[in-house]
T-cell receptor
């Protein structure tokens, strides 16, 4: 257990479905992130929340919608996804200016059919 | 835009041999971080380097940050089967406007494969 918990671990959804990914951190960190990891591509930064405020949206399509109700919880709402969105979605948290790196969750393996 | 490049992409070694992965950034970095991801796992933070020319060691792992703060390396001495995985470097994201931004930009990683 890393201190960052992601659910579900696996998700299969159709292109017309709506689903949400959940991330919870128990480390007292003040920043949370969504990353996408696809085969043969580097980890892609999607969203950053710093002190609950979204500070970066890295040109992510609107079919991905983040939500951060408090500094411990982060959601990624998904709708009308495409097969190319199939990937491992990783949540991470950190202490801004902490110098201790990111703590990643185990990820949600998403398959869009 | 900012690029963080790593070589080699794959490295096959015999158990007991040394291993080195190199990281280069298109921009000067305020710091660089290294992560390890085991097969089927998630990235795990290893270390952060901040100072120009800094060298840090963790048991058999040696990390270096270049003098110009644009490149870094990770060297593993006498690899063991537990070292198998992908090693990523990452630097603070730099926007195209030249300003800083929250978040890390990762390299594609070096996959270390160990043959017993």
């Amino acid at each position: 257990e890393t201190g960052v918990t992601q659910t579900p671990r696996h998700l299969v959804m159709g292109m017309t479905n709506k689903k949400s990914l959940k991330c919870e951190q128990h480390l007292g960190h003040n920043a949370m992130y969504w990353y996408k990891q696809s085969a043969k591509k580097p980890l892609e930064l999607m969203f950053v929340y710093n002190f609950k405020e979204q500070t970066e949206n890295n040109s992510v399509p609107s079919r991905f919608s983040p939500e951060c109700p408090n500094s411990s919880h982060l959601f990624l709402h998904l709708h009308t996804l495409q097969p190319e969105d199939s990937a491992l979605y990783l949540c991470a948290s950190s202490q801004v200016q902490g110098g201790y790196g990111y703590t990643f969750g185990s990820g949600t393996r998403l398959t869009v059919v | 835009g900012q690029q963080v490049m790593q070589i080699p992409q794959y490295q096959h070694v015999q158990e007991g041999e040394d291993f080195t992965t190199y990281c280069n950034s298109s921009t000067t970095l305020s710091n660089i971080q290294w992560y390890k991801q085991r097969p089927g796992g998630h990235p795990v933070f290893l270390i952060q380097l901040v100072k120009s020319g800094e060298v840090k060691k963790q048991k058999r792992l040696t990390f270096q940050f270049g003098e110009a703060k644009k490149n870094s390396s990770l060297h593993i001495t006498a690899t063991q089967t537990t070292d198998v995985g992908t090693y990523f470097c990452a630097g603070p994201t730099i926007l195209d406007s030249g300003g800083g931004a929250d978040g890390l930009t990762f390299g594609k990683g070096t996959h270390l494969i160990i043959q017993p």
